[in-house]
Structures are given as C-alpha cells and as structure tokens.
C-alpha cells in the first residue's frame, strides 16, 4: 500500500531516518519497533503526512503522496498520533462523529448514512452502550477503542497508530492489539503501528520492521525476527526465546 523510496528526514542538521526503503502491503499488521530515537514515529508521521520527508518519495497505491488531495488521502489512510488531543466536555459518540469530518467540512450536515457508519464503528469497538458518556470519564483501553472507533468511522483502507498501547496495563494492551487484529481480519484493513513490546509485536502482527539510529536494521515475518542474534542487534542485551506451548508463538525475555 505504501512506498518508500530512499526517503530521509533529518532536522537541526541532526539525521533522524537515514535514506530508506519499505513496502507496506495492504492488508497485513505492520508493526514498528525499535529504542526511542530510532527514527520509528518519525517514520509513521511520514506515512500520516505530519512530516515531510527531505528526500526520496513516498507512494500510496503507487501515487505520490504529495499528489493527494485531502480528501483522497482520507479516504485512503487515518492517523492516530501517540497523544491525541484533549476530550474534555465530549462524549463518545460525538468523538466518533469526528472520523466524518473529513467528508463533510466544517458546515457540512451529517447524513442518515453517516450516523449508520457512526453506529457501526461504536458497535466494532464494543461502546454502543457507552457512547453516552463523556470520553474523559473512560478507562484507558476504552478511551482508546473510542479513538479507534473515530478511525474505523472515518472509512479508510488503511489506519496508522503511534505507540497506541503506551499509556495501558498489560491486560489493556492485549484487549487493545487483540481488536486491532480482529478488524485487521474482518474489514481487510491495513494497519501500520509503532509499538514497544516485541512480543506483542510478534503475537499481533504479519510482518516486523526493527529501526535503530535511523536505519532499518531488519524487516521481515514475526518468525524471522524472534530470533536471538536479530534480537541482540536490535536491543544489544541478550535476550533468550521459549516458544508458549499453547499459541506456538516465540516469547523473548531476559537472560
């Protein structure tokens, strides 16, 4: 779905992402990971057009980027920034209603249609029975399915994540990534995600990019990366690996 061709960024003549090139295919999880500093958002603000990249080009279904009017990017992509704004005096529904805005503008009339694909992300997300409350009254896994249902509102084909699971308990992180894969499956969403915990990474997602001082430093399936010598070069501690019994899926840990 997107297309990095030697893309760079760099700021204050310090270089944050040295020239790179991915692929990221649709409908597949993609997740991100790497130190902080590695160049991991950076990327992800790219890809959300946050961030202009100083050279190289970025494609999105082989268009140039910078070529999409706002509208078509979004009905191509929604981005989930790592600190979304403020949500103080609103609720659930109201929140959700803003993943149309991009269809209707600033005075533009919400349809029958609109209030249907509304509907259908709070039920996707399991809020239908809390779509009344204020957003700031919510825990932290359901103010993040509030977002996530803003996103699933907003009809696009692919949605980015920045560290969405870095103000949750371990418990919520697993709900959170669970529901990320579920739509992933249902809805043929493509899903671009930065993440922290390898190991979520591995259990949730169809293919792995590690990043360290700006440079991809691997790039391949969950099996391919939960390998301890690409796990050393990634992290530079130790790090040994248990396959769990039950789901199969290596877990790396501490020596």
């Not at 991100?32 to 603000?45: A, D, E, F, Q, W």
């Not at 609103?90 to 533009?108: I, N, Q, S, T």
């Not at 259908?120 to 103010?143: C, K, P, W, Y």
Request: hydrophobic letters at 40%.
């Amino acid at each position: 779905m997107f297309r990095l061709q030697d893309v760079t960024f760099e700021t204050q003549n310090k270089t944050i992402l040295s020239p790179t090139s991915l692929s990221f295919e649709k409908g597949k999880v993609t997740s991100l990971l790497g130190h902080n500093g590695s160049g991991k958002s950076t990327l992800i603000k790219m890809l959300a057009r946050q961030q202009q990249a100083n050279q190289g080009h970025i494609l999105l279904d082989e268009q140039p980027l910078s070529e999409l009017s706002a509208k078509e990017f979004a009905l191509k992509v929604a981005y989930l920034p790592q600190h979304p704004p403020l949500t103080d005096g609103v609720k659930v529904r109201e929140l959700v209603r803003f993943g149309r805005y991009p269809w209707k503008g600033l005075f533009g009339r919400y349809s029958a249609q609109d209030e249907e694909y509304i509907n259908q992300a709070i039920e996707q997300v399991g809020l239908t029975h809390m779509q009344d409350r204020f957003v700031a009254t919510l825990s932290g896994g359901e103010r993040q399915r509030a977002w996530m249902a803003m996103l699933l509102a907003q009809k696009s084909e692919c949605i980015l994540l920045d560290e969405p699971t870095s103000a949750l308990d371990v418990a919520h992180q697993y709900e959170l990534l669970a529901l990320v894969r579920e739509l992933n499956q249902s809805l043929g969403l493509t899903v671009i995600m930065v993440l922290h915990d390898i190991n979520m990474a591995a259990r949730f997602s169809d293919h792995m990019v590690a990043l360290h001082s700006g440079n991809v430093l691997a790039s391949g399936t969950p099996d391919e990366l939960m390998r301890q010598d690409v796990l050393h070069k990634i992290y530079g501690i130790p790090l040994d690996l248990f396959v769990h019994p039950e789901s199969g899926h290596a877990i790396s840990y501490i020596r």
